[in-house]
């Protein structure tokens, strides 16, 4: 299915009118040096990370804006709502949801306890993968494009609209789901067990990324969502070594990065 799929997203992401997650391949090397160098040295003479666009220069931010960055982030839950659904990731996201839950259902095999285990543990493994990947990889002490994109995003101002862009999500989720059908037949389950740990990991997948977006809109929050938010702003302007966990922020107190009172970078 992930070739249908990959034709699908590519219409999507031509018709749609939103930029992805600020991305230094997607612009011109040319367009996006001098910009970020001003914006670096903006952020350097403050002494602190941007909290909004409004802080910089009004010619500094139509640069950035004309290299790829959004500041147009919205402020209430409908017009959220509108730009993520526009957005050719959440489509990617749905459309898998949509193919796989159904085909389990298809498949007529019995829901078992082996298999609630495997839904509870592909849930595990998201949680720490989504916070190895953030400490370990993209903030790596070595220089790589992955890491570089990431430190644009951090340099960049808090309120920016951010989701990945359907490229790099599709690859992902294809590897993801080779990895879990390697692992389901080594355990020896069918292939419903492994439809249903493909569909979990991809539920925290568009968790994540709707989650990430919402921390840095001026959306209002309430409950679990406004915890995110005030965990990844400690994140981005306080220290971008602690509070490295995001769908579940408890993961840094149970892994020794939820700040722990240390003074903000």
Known sequence: AIGPLATMIAALGARSTFPVAPSLPAAAPAALTAPRAALRASRQAAGRPFLDARQLEPALVRALEASGANFGVPSTAADALAVFARHPT????????????????????PFTAGEALASAGTSVFWWWQEWAVHRWVLHSKAPWAGEDVHR??????????????????????????????????????????????????????????????LAHTRVPLTGHLRRVRQHHMRHHLRDNAAWLAFTLPQVDG??????GGRPGK
């Open 90 to 109: 959440p489509r990617l996201i749905a459309a898998l949801l949509v193919l796989v839950f159904p085909a389990r259902a298809a498949s007529g095999a």
């Open 254 to 259: 149970l892994l020794g990065t939820d700040g």
């Open 152 to 213: 644009y995003h951090h340099e960049l101002p808090y309120y920016h609209v951010s989701i990945d862009g359907p490229g790099l999500a599709l690859a992902w989720f294809a590897t993801a789901a080779a990895l879990l059908a390697g692992v389901a037949s080594a355990a020896g389950a069918g292939p419903g067990v492994w439809l249903t740990m493909v569909g979990v990991y991809t539920f925290w997948g568009g968790a994540y990324e709707a989650c990430h977006y």
